[in-house]
């Protein structure tokens, strides 16, 4: 689903009237792309002074506590590339602290659970080391795997959960 956001005229508004744009944040959009639909919707306007505007809804795309053009349209691109939940977990955990380029230094992917991450993030560590001391298959048994997850995501980790999936982050 390609994310939206919609613009809304300032001066309609202080008019009491809704007028405004819905902008199709497509995958590879600029800034310049944005600036230039929202300039289209204000000189259209029928209010000599419309020069303001304003975010009154968005689809399939994150609450941000800005609405500098620039972060929206890198936003959007990472959207396309790892999907709305994801960018929405990043923004949740560090809010206005968020940074879209260090977004990828942070994620690591989805989950079906905390535990499915600890255990195949662990199969991972283990097989990159090249040790073969124990075979997975008969010691998942005996492994807390509810136990791990809960000490990784106090520590090392965070997630966010959104449409049955857990989005996990690095700390």
Not at 10 to 39: H, P, T
Not at 101 to 126: K, R, T
Request: hydrophobic letters at 40%; proline letters at 2%.
């Amino acid at each position: 689903m390609t994310p939206r956001i919609y613009f809304c005229d300032l001066a309609a508004y202080n008019r009491g009237k809704l007028r405004g744009v819905w902008i199709e944040l497509f995958e590879g959009i600029q800034a310049d792309d944005i600036q230039l639909a929202i300039d289209y919707m204000l000189h259209h306007s029928p209010y000599w002074d419309a020069e303001e505007w304003r975010i009154d809804d968005t689809e399939n795309f994150p609450s941000l506590c800005c609405s500098d053009l620039e972060t929206i349209a890198q936003a959007a691109n990472l959207i396309h590339q790892y999907g709305a939940a994801a960018i929405e977990g990043y923004f949740a955990h560090l809010g206005s602290d968020a940074d879209l380029d260090q977004f990828e230094d942070y994620y690591i992917g989805a989950f079906d659970s905390e535990e499915d991450f600890c255990q195949e993030h662990l199969h991972i560590a283990e097989a990159a080391e090249g040790i073969q001391v124990f075979d997975w298959a008969t010691l998942d048994q005996y492994i807390d795997w509810e136990a791990i997850a809960n000490d990784a995501f106090i520590n090392s980790y965070y997630s966010h959960e959104a449409g049955g999936k857990v989005y996990v982050y690095i700390r």
